[in-house]
């Protein structure tokens, strides 16, 4: 019963639960002046909580963006560079799929816009303010160009402080973000509530996560047909033995924590090099997150529509999944770790507010155990793609490890 209240899945469903009832109850109090009261305290709370968690987005952002680019690049070599652009590649064509569904399938989803018929939230009690020591691009831009310049300078003590600073940035990540997303997420379903939107949309909410895992097994069926067709292989050897992993993942949504069962998963395939799995798996297990950005890519898209009424623009969208691949590449190893990572993407290009960015937060972590699973079972197709670029080329079975370990 302890390990199922310290789950974050089960925290945050009891977290909405409680919020959704609260905006029910609220308006039926007996004296207008309670209820009044009490649904101004709520959205001072989440207001608060809400600031706090923006001003932590360019600390993320530095945190995880920059000391990765060092890790890799301290490892440069033409393997190395062919792994990342793989991981890349397939994590903003998923990002792309997951687009082109959302421009298609959205559109016809029961998602009422209009906003007849909804209470009106209260103003905050007092506004408090915790400004961002910097805008999430400046961030974006100065983690890459801090990670790169490191890198080139091989500046030891630079490359040893951003490691460090990523540390740190975790634990605010892991001790003082994740404790707090159930109460914000709760304040912010009991804000939404209150209003009318979450009764009116839950049957949208429920079609999305099944498109979702959809959008996932056709991800996948993609990626090992194109791995089966480079390396001249059979990719059913590789997928046929990533059942262990693929349940592993949904239990712990941590790639991290998967990567032990899915090594042994891959080495069980007899079309797997030995050396690329030792090589591949560790590594995409970091930086090949292609279930999660596709994910993340469709909520997005349902999310704006439900709460602003309009699909973002392509070319905002466009971009947006082009950047997302890069943030994707430096998340954290925690639940959420993309969305978390990408916070400032949501916010400073699709211009998500508050409301938008819990729920995004929310719907994302419920699910975001079946996006782990789809990124850990994919990384045995893109082990596969190495399997048949190492062949293709001539390289030896050097025992080349993953950079990661």
């Not at 079609?207 to 991800?219: D, K, R, S």
């Not at 262990?244 to 712990?252: D, F, K, Q, R, W």
């Not at 591949?280 to 279930?291: R, S, T």
């Not at 030896?396 to 990661?404: G, N, R, V």
């Amino acid at each position: 019963m302890k390990k199922l209240f310290s789950s974050l899945p089960f925290r945050l469903l009891l977290g909405i639960a409680a919020g959704i009832l609260c905006g029910l109850i609220i308006p039926a109090l007996p004296w207008a002046n309670v209820s009044g009261g009490a649904i101004k305290v709520i959205v001072t709370l989440q207001y608060i909580m809400g600031q706090l968690i923006t001003f932590c987005v360019p600390l993320i952002i530095i945190g995880f963006i920059a000391p990765s680019i060092t890790k890799l690049g301290a490892n440069a070599s033409r393997l190395l560079g062919v792994a990342v652009a793989i991981a890349y590649v397939s994590s903003i064509c998923a990002a792309f799929l997951s687009a082109a569904a959302g421009y298609v399938l959205i559109p016809h989803l029961s998602i009422d816009t209009s906003m007849a018929g909804l209470r009106e939230l209260p103003g905050v009690v007092f506004q408090l303010d915790i400004p961002q020591i910097m805008p999430v691009m400046s961030a974006l831009v100065l983690s890459v160009l801090l990670g790169l310049a490191a890198t080139w300078t091989k500046s030891q003590k630079t490359i040893d402080l951003l490691a460090e600073f990523q540390n740190i940035v975790l634990d605010i990540v892991s001790k003082i973000i994740i404790p707090v997303l159930p109460f914000y997420i709760a304040a912010t379903f009991c804000n939404l509530s209150y209003e009318g939107m979450i009764t009116r949309q839950l049957p949208a909410f429920l079609q999305i996560i099944v498109i979702v895992m959809l959008g996932h097994y056709i991800w996948l069926a993609v990626l090992y047909l194109l791995a089966g067709a480079y390396s001249g292989r059979n990719p059913w050897e590789v997928l046929r033995h990533y059942g262990p992993a693929y349940l592993t993942a949904v239990g712990t949504m941590s790639s991290a924590a998967t990567l032990a069962v899915a090594l042994r998963c891959a080495r069980k395939s007899s079309v797997l090099r030995e050396d690329m799995v030792s090589f591949g798996i560790p590594l995409f297990a970091n930086i090949h997150l292609c279930g999660s950005v596709l994910t993340e890519v469709f909520f997005c898209m349902t999310i704006s529509k439900i709460l602003y009424g309009a699909l973002p623009g392509v070319g905002t969208m466009l971009l947006f999944c082009l950047l997302l691949g890069i943030f994707a590449i430096g998340a954290p190893g925690v639940p959420g770790g993309t969305v978390m990572a990408s916070l400032g993407l949501i916010t400073g290009i699709l211009l998500f507010d508050d409301a938008g960015t819990a729920l995004m937060l929310a719907i994302f972590a419920l699910q975001d155990s079946f996006g782990t699973a789809c990124n850990v079972t994919g990384d045995g197709a893109l082990t596969l793609m190495l399997t048949g670029y190492v062949e293709k080329h001539g390289i030896q079975d050097e025992h080349i490890q993953s950079p990661i370990l």
